[in-house]
């Protein structure tokens, strides 16, 4: 209709405002409703209002908090996350590369974590392998146990999926699965640097953390599964379908993963190459970098200064 008019859909529903504030009330609880189905009431007031706004409708973040407070439309929300890292052992472990990165395209960093998901008779695993810089999972598998297969499996099916060059930088905790000689063995085949965090130091797979908090909050916790076939299928649909491809994500300006990426590659000529290194003296701190100097150049090899497997230093 809009088009037929030649009118913009802002312009449409401003002057709607105007002239028929109720019948614009409605529209509005009518697309807040909609958008908050659609999205199985997964997203909060600041989401719908975003997707409002991308569907032409100026509404306020407040409004929108109130008629889905009025309408009992507020995101489902409950249980907290539950750490499940366990780096008691004596593998190697690798120096934390992954604070001194600052990223410029894709496939440069690499995340990966595992949580544990409850069903009706048993619990399973799912590991995930997240793209750090556009927060799309591009990796993840299911197991009953906790073996190094199923973050093995991850991996493989993210490299599979976006073929990375060589340099790309992979992050992960100290847990067992990670630093087994069956997953370590996997990286330097496709010329990638392993890096870890600190024991209790989640901060530099925060990407992570925050998809893993998401899904048990908008798929987990709201559903109740038969087996793991049934998981599967659930998890295909919500990691594939919903938040690669539509789920809008707030650091990213308020678009999909899908569509970040996309924009990033239509937006520059060449490939972003190489992401930054940064220098600093104690690899777990992060001061500014010292004038007159960028750090060097990570991507297609290491920095001369530094082994990649080395010790990470230990605290006075």
């Given at each position: 209709?809009?088009?037929?008019?030649q009118?913009?859909?802002?312009?449409y529903?401003?002057?709607?405002a105007?002239?028929?504030?109720a019948?614009?009330?409605?529209t509005?609880?009518d697309a807040i409703?909609?958008t908050?189905?659609?999205?199985?009431?997964r997203?909060?007031?600041?989401?719908?209002?975003?997707?409002?706004?991308?569907?032409?409708l100026?509404?306020n973040?407040k409004r929108?908090?109130?008629?889905?407070?009025?309408?009992n439309?507020?995101?489902?929300?409950?249980?907290?996350?539950?750490?499940?890292?366990?780096?008691?052992?004596?593998l190697k472990?690798y120096?934390?590369?992954?604070a001194?990165?600052?990223?410029?395209?894709?496939?440069?960093?690499?995340?990966?974590?595992?949580?544990?998901?409850?069903?009706?008779?048993?619990?399973v695993?799912?590991?995930?392998?997240?793209?750090?810089?556009?927060?799309?999972?591009?990796?993840?598998?299911?197991?009953?146990?906790?073996a190094?297969?199923m973050?093995?499996?991850?991996?493989?099916r993210?490299?599979?999926a976006r073929r990375p060059?060589p340099?790309?930088?992979?992050?992960?905790?100290?847990?067992?699965?990670?630093a087994?000689?069956?997953?370590v063995?996997?990286?330097?085949?496709h010329?990638?640097?392993p890096?870890?965090s600190?024991?209790?130091?989640?901060y530099?797979?925060?990407?992570?953390?925050?998809f893993?908090?998401t899904?048990?909050?908008?798929?987990?916790?709201?559903?109740?599964?038969?087996?793991?076939?049934?998981?599967?299928?659930h998890?295909?649909e919500?990691i594939d379908?919903?938040?690669?491809?539509?789920?809008l994500?707030?650091?990213?300006?308020?678009r999909?993963?899908?569509?970040?990426?996309?924009?990033?590659?239509a937006?520059?000529?060449?490939?972003?190459g190489?992401a930054?290194?940064?220098?600093f003296?104690n690899?777990?701190?992060?001061p500014?970098k010292?004038?007159?100097?960028?750090?060097?150049?990570?991507?297609?090899?290491?920095?001369?200064?530094?082994?990649?497997?080395?010790?990470p230093?230990?605290?006075?």
């Open positions: 209709m809009c088009q037929l008019a009118v913009s859909r802002a312009g529903y401003r002057r709607l105007e002239v028929e504030p019948e614009e009330d409605m509005v609880r409703q909609k908050a189905l659609e999205h199985r009431r997203y909060g007031y600041r989401r719908i209002t975003a997707q409002l706004r991308r569907q032409g100026m509404v973040h929108v908090l109130k008629l889905m407070r009025e309408d439309l507020l995101a489902i929300r409950q249980r907290k996350f539950v750490i499940t890292t366990d780096s008691r052992h004596e472990v120096v934390n590369l992954a001194r990165m600052e990223l410029t395209g894709l496939n440069q960093l690499w995340v990966a974590d595992i949580t544990y998901i409850r069903l009706q008779a048993e619990f695993y799912l590991s995930v392998v997240i793209d750090r810089y556009s927060r799309r999972v591009v990796g993840w598998a299911l197991d009953r146990t906790l190094a297969r973050a093995v499996a991850a991996l493989q993210a490299i599979a060059g340099g790309l930088v992979h992050h992960s905790d100290r847990g067992f699965q990670y087994s000689k069956e997953y063995e996997v990286l330097p085949l010329k990638m640097e890096s870890m600190r024991a209790a130091n989640p530099d797979k925060a990407a992570c953390e925050s893993m908090k899904l048990k909050q908008e798929e987990i916790y709201c559903n109740r599964y038969r087996d793991q076939e049934d998981l599967s299928a998890m295909e919500f379908l919903y938040y690669n491809r539509q789920r994500h707030s650091a990213l300006g308020y999909t993963p899908e569509e970040f990426e996309n924009d990033n590659q937006g520059s000529a060449e490939p972003a190489a930054k290194m940064k220098y003296h690899p777990e701190s992060r500014e010292s004038a007159g100097s960028d750090g060097p150049v990570y991507g297609s090899k290491m920095a001369s200064h530094e082994s990649p497997t080395a010790e230093q230990r605290e006075p």
